[in-house]
């Protein structure tokens, strides 16, 4: 009998030998940045370009193939408000549950700042201005909506340009007669579907990926630079499971879903998440997985896309925590109203920038100064915002992924059938 080694017990193989690997190469100065370049970096590299490269064709595909099957535009505008409505309440409180937490247990307080080590954060200063037009009022979010060269948009990335284009035209095409839209929506399905084999391709490099990335993480940064800042780490990853089990848990009941049903089933999605600290690498995956589960097509390739720039659960949370730990710092105390003016400028500023390369610190960047929090602060806890960004990609997969579920049972349009039919066929696997 053939054995097999599942997905997810490649990657967890694959995450132990990374750090055994780096942290050998984190005292072995000699070969460490020659296997870096040569070796480990383009592995990590090699695979996220593999994700990114279809994520968009097939966004794009299951988005106008959603929107033109769905009705008409009145339906996708309720579908859009409820869904809007739903990532704003859900961040909200993630950002009020971060708040409470590092006030509550303080992780900034009696740290010796002279004994934290201070990393580069230039490389983010650069895209920080782009994201404060963010906050700048609604004209410039709504324009910065609408591509004025969809191309362009596909080029750099921007996934709020492409949905809102992709919507627009999944709403001409579905008023088109029959016989007109229906050789264009064969060609989109034969493309989405296609993206998804790919997929399936591509996920058979992610064990040799997410090494690579957790090799070059452990060998440049080690251990010694968690040991200071291990309470602030301890409190972002507990604060990050409350919010999974406990917040997530109460909406998933309300709705008549078991969040720990849901981990089970992503449990290869959460891990691949986890270890590649990216929510790309794994968003066609929970498409796949959610539709399976009983979320209609058109639901699902809407809700996911647009929560992956808006339902950013585990990265909100994470950024009202490490604005407060900053300011502990530096002993700084804010007051009742500048803290609620840090949850509106969070609130506008975490929208839409999923695309930017280390999008918390970028979001931090722009909003630190509001509220009168020296940017310099960053420079402590970058050494170790690999570690915790992998945990808040986590919670931000679950998060997307009860989204979907639960705006189909809002909708009405929830495939309770499949959902028994998969639950059958999990158990019976176990």
Not at 344 to 371: E, H, Q, Y
Request: charged letters at 15%; one cysteine or more; hydrophobic letters at 55%.
């Amino acid at each position: 009998m053939e054995m097999r080694i599942s997905l997810a017990w490649q990657i967890v193989i694959a995450l132990i030998l990374g750090v055994v690997v780096g942290s050998v190469l984190h005292h072995s100065p000699e070969y460490r940045d020659f296997l870096i370049h040569n070796l480990l970096d383009p592995l990590g590299k090699i695979f996220i370009n593999l994700i990114k490269m279809i994520v968009i064709p097939l966004v794009l595909s299951m988005l106008i193939l959603g929107i033109a099957n769905a009705g008409d535009s009145k339906s996708v505008g309720k579908l859009g408000v409820k869904t809007i409505v739903y990532f704003e309440v859900i961040t909200t409180i993630a950002i009020i549950v971060g708040l409470l937490a590092a006030n509550i247990f303080k992780p900034g307080i009696g740290i010796d700042m002279s004994r934290l080590t201070q990393s580069d954060i230039s490389q983010y200063q650069q895209t920080t201005q782009e994201v404060s037009q963010h906050a700048h009022g609604l004209v410039n979010t709504i324009l910065s909506l609408i591509p004025s060269n969809i191309f362009s948009a596909m080029n750099d990335g921007h996934m709020l340009p492409i949905i809102f284009f992709a919507v627009i035209f999944g709403i001409g095409l579905g008023s088109l007669a029959k016989e007109t839209r229906q050789p264009l929506i064969d060609v989109l399905k034969a493309v989405s579907e296609t993206m998804f084999k790919v997929t399936h391709m591509i996920m058979l490099f992610a064990p040799f990926g997410v090494f690579g990335l957790i090799a070059v993480t452990v060998a440049n940064f080690g251990f010694s630079s968690l040991v200071p800042l291990i309470k602030l780490a301890i409190l972002v990853y507990a604060t990050i499971l409350f919010f999974a089990l406990i917040v997530l848990g109460f909406v998933a009941k309300c709705c008549g879903f078991n969040i720990f049903t849901l981990i089970r089933i992503l449990k290869d999605e959460l891990i691949l998440a986890y270890s590649t600290a990216s929510s790309e690498t794994v968003l066609p995956r929970i498409m796949e997985k959610m539709e399976a589960y009983g979320a209609p097509k058109s639901i699902t390739s809407f809700v996911i896309p647009i929560g992956y720039s808006f339902n950013l659960d585990g990265s909100t949370l994470y950024q009202s925590i490490a604005a407060i730990f900053i300011a502990q710092l530096y002993g700084i105390d804010l007051s009742l109203s500048q803290q609620v003016i840090l949850i509106l400028t969070l609130m506008i500023t975490s929208k839409g920038i999923a695309g930017v390369p280390g999008v918390s610190f970028v979001v931090l960047l722009a909003t630190l100064g509001t509220v009168g929090i020296p940017l310099e602060g960053l420079a402590f806890i970058a050494g170790i915002d690999r570690i915790l960004d992998m945990a808040r990609t986590a919670l931000n997969v679950i998060g997307n992924a009860l989204a979907v579920l639960v705006v189909s049972k809002w909708e009405g349009q929830f495939d309770a059938e499949k959902q028994k039919n998969y639950d059958f066929k999990a158990n019976d696997a176990l």
